[in-house]
């Protein structure tokens, strides 16, 4: 199994309401990426996760939260978000997230809609 | 920090085989080369990944010179099916010692029937 999978693949939300996105993986991968990307630009890194323990957060609002509950599964809780967060929202893993931590296996996104 | 320079788009006729550089000058010792392929409303998937000298796999090559300041990707007889953004990454250390994997701008690739 090299997949990951995110789901929802599409989500609709206000900008009071809660939601979360949520990846899988069952590769044993102890590193696990959430990108962001806005149409027509490249993926832009928000959090690493190493062992299930956040190493890198790229100064992303406190309005997404990152949890890792176990080295399967990656969540990222949305809250009071704005229309401009509107985006593709990428889950990644590798091996590990040093030097040589292998490639990184993509899912297919969450499509998020702000409102 | 290990920052990435490509052309913004490139064209091709199918059958041909395609060239796309990536200038990396300040790519450190650690630092792997990796290029990854992205279609619209898909995650990125990876094509191939070097230190130096050349490698290749079943989809493509990748030529790294000896100063390791520059990289080149060569997809070859391209086809309708390869037409995507091509991304060339550089492994970025932070102080803690975790690889950043931070995407460029990306090419273009349209391959033209």
């Known amino acids: 199994d090299t997949e990951v999978t995110q789901t929802p693949k599409h989500l609709v939300m206000g900008m009071t309401n809660k939601k979360s996105l949520k990846c899988e993986q069952h590769?044993?991968?102890?590193?696990m990426y959430w990108y962001k990307q806005k149409a027509k630009k490249p993926p832009e890194l928000m959090f690493v996760y190493s062992y299930e323990k956040l190493s890198i957060n790229e100064s992303v609002p406190s309005r997404f939260s990152p949890e890792c509950p176990n080295s399967s599964l990656l969540n990222l809780h949305l809250h009071a978000l704005q229309p401009e967060d509107s985006a593709l929202y990428l889950c990644a893993s590798s091996r590990t997230s040093g030097v040589k931590g292998g490639e990184l296996f993509f899912g297919e996104g969450s499509r998020l809609t702000v409102l | 920090l290990a920052k990435t320079t490509q052309p913004i788009s490139m064209d091709s006729y199918e059958g041909q085989e395609v060239n796309i550089t990536c200038s990396h000058n300040?790519?450190?010792?650690?630092?792997?080369i990796t290029w990854y392929q992205q279609f619209p409303s898909q995650g990125p998937r990876f094509i191939i990944q070097g230190y130096k000298t050349k490698v290749t796999n079943e989809v493509a090559s990748l030529f790294i010179p000896a100063d390791r300041k520059s990289s080149t990707l060569s997809l070859p007889r391209v086809s309708l099916s390869d037409t995507a953004v091509y991304y060339c990454l550089v492994g970025d250390m932070n102080s803690g010692g975790y690889q950043k994997v931070t995407f460029g701008i990306g090419t273009k690739l349209q391959v033209i029937p």
């Open positions: 590769m044993g991968h102890r590193a």
């Open positions: 300040n790519i450190a010792t650690n630092d792997y």
